[in-house]
């Protein structure tokens, strides 16, 4: 994890990586929905899921909201695959709440790394697809991501690997102690989900963008 500078140091000693939070929108839907839904056995890749409206309280007794996918459509029927790639709200907001729960799906969120959330965000209904007090980082989000090329195993980012003196003598190595969060199984079927992100889903302008990388993978 780099640091990402602004752009004068003596009018902004601020790490955009690991100081400022901002609201995630749809990258927790991976971690805060299909993750934990993936890892309870609740559903697969091919799971038939609801796109259909769903009716949520405001959260100050003054009404109800009804979330909306991008394209202002609702789907019906669809696989889970289809829901991410195509980052519809509905679906990721029903299982964030009806299939994973939002006590057990936030107690994921925050297994892995997500440290930003309030008491108030233990209440957000569609915190899944934003509207959190504060949001997060782009450190802690990135922790939570690299779970998944990883196995399942939780690692926390480090910016010193190892120092040492002018003789080679060591000083100092950092030491990685991964923790276990979901299963390979389950880190399997992410990364092949989110590889579809890309390969037909919303994410398919990035496969233009990086052509420049030759056989790097995107996912």
Do not use: C
Not at 44 to 58: A, H, K, R, Y
């Amino acid at each position: 994890l780099a640091l990402m500078e602004g752009r004068d140091y003596y009018e902004e000693q601020l790490n955009h990586a690991t100081q400022m939070e901002r609201q995630p929108g749809s990258t927790l839907k991976p971690i805060a929905a299909y993750l934990p839904a993936l890892e309870n056995g609740d559903i697969q890749p091919g799971t038939p899921v609801d796109d259909v409206p769903i009716v949520l309280p405001d959260g100050g007794g003054r009404g109800y909201h009804i979330p909306q996918n991008w394209n202002l459509t609702f789907n019906g029927i669809i696989t889970a695959r289809h829901a991410l790639n195509q980052s519809f709200n509905i679906p990721a907001v029903r299982l964030f709440n009806e299939t994973v729960g939002l006590e057990n799906a936030w107690e994921f969120t925050r297994s892995l790394g997500i440290t930003t959330l309030t008491e108030s965000d233990n209440r957000a209904l569609t915190g899944v697809i934003g509207g959190l007090e504060y949001g997060t980082t782009v450190e802690e989000l990135t922790n939570a991501y690299t779970s998944i090329p990883n196995g399942g195993n939780y690692n926390d980012s480090y910016m010193i690997e190892r120092i040492h003196d002018s003789d080679e003598n060591p000083i100092y190595e950092h030491k990685v102690l991964p923790e276990r969060v979901f299963s390979e199984q389950t880190a399997y079927l992410m990364t092949d989900m989110l590889r579809t992100v890309i390969t037909s889903g919303t994410g398919s302008t990035i496969k233009s963008t990086f052509k420049h990388f030759g056989q790097v993978p995107v996912s």
